[in-house]
């Protein structure tokens, strides 16, 4: 099984095993395949550390730590503490073996709870991926934290810097939809999930990185800064220059080499700066990065099953002539479409096949009506 294939039944996996949070498990496996840092927002008892956890389970070889914040926590819980050794020689070197700064993923539940005495430590690891042990810069391997708050954090500096940290962001809720609160009653078994190596998971985020990205997507990126601004809403340049590794790790999941338009729809779970934002931002991003090539791609392939869904064993050949002509001139412009765009032909092929088979079929009764 490649990669590729690993990903998207790991990705289904979790959507049967959590009930209503496809987003959340599409935005897990875009952090670790892009680098990148979560956070969700939500009453206590939505899943939030179940579903971290078994992220981290699904990578085997991983260095995973999961901790539980208070106002009480201690540098020491998360980064090691002091070794005794080189302390009675005037070093102050922490022994960080099973802690943050040795994991490839953690997760930090109730992260606004840190305090002053980790805050410094834990922008630095997040941000450049560097720890300072003994004063000396330690490069962590870590990819991703997972953050989670029952509550936004409070007007502090430093918590709204550590807020900053964190790309994607979604607010979690519980299960709304009463057959799914029904299934997640019944469910008592854990199913076995997927799983992957690190290895494989280092090669995926490589072939992220090579996903390229068309000019029509930087131009839509510039709207969508601009109408934001509009709003009085500014993300930074840096918070739009990590995005692009995100978009890139959206085109992957999707098994694109290429990002679209429409995988910008995404950032709406970036771009925000304060709760208050989030119901604009997404209403601006939605409206500038719909995929117009996406969008008539689905109307001719939507045209197109409609006729051929109103044909039944008893039409008339006349009827099957008459399908048969307008199928024709839906693949006309499902070709015109294709050439004018050819960095979506992977999309364009599957369409067009479609169309073509129930043309075919047509073709076929038509030609001999017996059968």
Do not use: C
């Not at 395949?33 to 939030?48: A, N």
């Not at 080189?86 to 539940?109: C, I, Q, S």
């Not at 997640?184 to 990185?209: A, D, G, H, V, Y």
């Amino acid at each position: 099984m490649s990669n590729f294939h690993k990903l998207a039944e790991i990705q289904n996996a979790l959507n049967a095993k959590y009930f209503e949070r496809e987003k959340e498990v599409e935005a897990m496996l875009i952090a670790l395949l892009s680098r990148q840092h979560m956070l969700m927002i939500g009453p206590p008892g939505t899943g939030k550390s179940a579903l971290a956890a078994d992220i981290a389970k699904i990578v085997s070889n991983m260095n995973h730590f999961q901790w539980l914040l208070t106002r009480f926590s201690t540098p020491e819980e998360l980064f090691g503490v002091l070794s005794l050794k080189d302390l009675e020689k005037g070093v102050y070197k922490r022994n960080t073996k099973h802690k943050l700064p040795e994991a490839h993923l953690a997760f930090l539940d109730e992260i606004f709870k840190s305090n002053s005495g980790i805050l410094n430590s834990l922008l630095t690891l997040m941000n450049e991926r560097i720890f300072y042990n003994n004063g000396h810069p330690v490069q962590v391997p870590l990819m991703s934290i997972i953050g989670s708050s029952n509550e936004y954090p409070e007007d502090e500096e430093g918590l709204k810097a550590l807020f900053d940290r964190f790309l994607l962001r979604f607010e979690v809720e519980y299960v709304k939809d009463d057959n799914h609160f029904i299934s997640m009653l019944k469910e008592n078994t854990s199913p076995l999930l997927p799983s992957m190596t690190l290895e494989e998971l280092n090669n995926l985020q490589f072939f992220t990185e090579m996903v390229s990205i068309p000019e029509e997507v930087y131009e839509k990126l510039a709207e969508v800064r601009m109408a934001l601004n509009d709003e009085g809403i500014r993300p930074s340049d840096r918070r739009f220059k990590q995005s692009l590794s995100v978009l890139k790790a959206k085109a992957l999941i999707k098994q694109r080499q290429h990002v679209v338009v429409n995988d910008i729809v995404f950032l709406e779970n970036a771009l925000w700066e304060t709760p208050d934002q989030k119901g604009i931002t997404t209403q601006v991003v939605r409206t500038l990065a719909q995929d117009t090539v996406l969008r008539k791609m689905e109307e001719l392939k939507n045209d197109a099953e409609e006729i051929d869904g109103l044909l039944d064993d008893n039409s008339s050949t006349e009827e099957r002539l008459e399908a048969s002509k307008k199928l024709k001139v839906i693949l006309g412009e499902l070709t015109t479409l294709k050439n004018n765009n050819p960095n979506r032909e992977q999309e364009m092929n599957g369409v067009l096949q479609k169309v073509i088979a129930m043309q075919k079929e047509i073709t076929n009764k038509i030609l001999d009506p017996i059968n």
